[in-house]
């Protein structure tokens, strides 16, 4: 079935390092992909999407392309802020009942 | 608008203990999900619904109750919580004629089962 694997946590970086985060998936088809982040204390909120390869999603200065020859949709960030703090899920959308297929997510911790 | 709503926010049972974790959205949302979020793992999907007095099993329904008597509530329930079952819940809503990510969720549950 349908898959997403993320890179482990957490990940600790200063502010104002450059940031990413691997994500890649297995999926038959051509399923849309999605990051989410989800802040301490609160429930996920999507973040950036991408509906087809070559789209790159973006949001808040984080950015993410869907590579359909490397099944990749890493999310990259220039510059990180104490704020950007949180865990961010990679998910896909099964297109066999349209729900979400979510990684394990990957805590990120941004020391000032 | 008050969004997707969870209560309680913490709970603690016995093995054998029964609970309902309540979702109340006031978005007029047709399709509810319950997932759970265990470390390491992804969100799973545990039961849904696509509208009042519709639900479905998700990819780990085994030990848990749904039912949809109203657009607003989907509440869900433990009949003899198991240690397994230690989680965090989320509940989500979204409108039917809406993408699959535009998921709205509430703040979460976090269950112990001792």
């Known amino acids: 079935g349908d898959s997403v694997t993320q890179m482990e946590g957490p990940v600790t970086l200063s502010e104002e390092a450059f940031l990413t985060i691997n994500c890649t998936y297995t999926?038959?088809?051509?399923?849309?992909l999605f990051w989410y982040v989800q802040y301490p204390g609160e429930g996920l909120q999507l973040l950036l999407k991408?509906?087809?390869a070559d789209d790159k999603g973006s949001n808040k200065g984080f950015e993410a392309t869907y590579r359909k020859e490397t099944t990749s949709f890493h999310l990259e960030k220039g510059s990180v802020q104490v704020s950007d703090s949180a865990v961010y899920f990679c998910a896909l959308s099964d297109l066999s009942n349209y729900q979400l297929i979510w990684g394990a997510g990957t805590k990120l911790i941004i020391k000032p | 608008n008050a969004g997707v709503t969870q209560t309680p926010k913490f709970q603690v049972l016995k093995t054998g203990q029964s609970m309902t974790l309540q979702c109340a959205q006031d978005m007029n949302h047709e399709y509810m999900s319950w997932y759970r979020q265990d470390p390491g793992m992804g969100l799973r999907l545990i039961h849904y619904s696509v509208g009042a007095g519709i639900t479905d099993q998700g990819e780990v329904p085994n030990g848990y109750n749904v039912s949809r008597s109203t657009t607003e509530d989907f509440p869900l329930r433990l009949l003899s919580a198991a240690p397994s079952q230690t989680s965090v819940y989320f509940c989500a809503s979204r409108a039917a004629g809406g993408e699959v990510n535009e998921q709205f969720f509430g703040p979460g549950t976090r269950l112990t089962v001792l």
């Open positions: 999926a038959t088809g051509y399923p849309s």
């Open positions: 991408a509906t087809k």
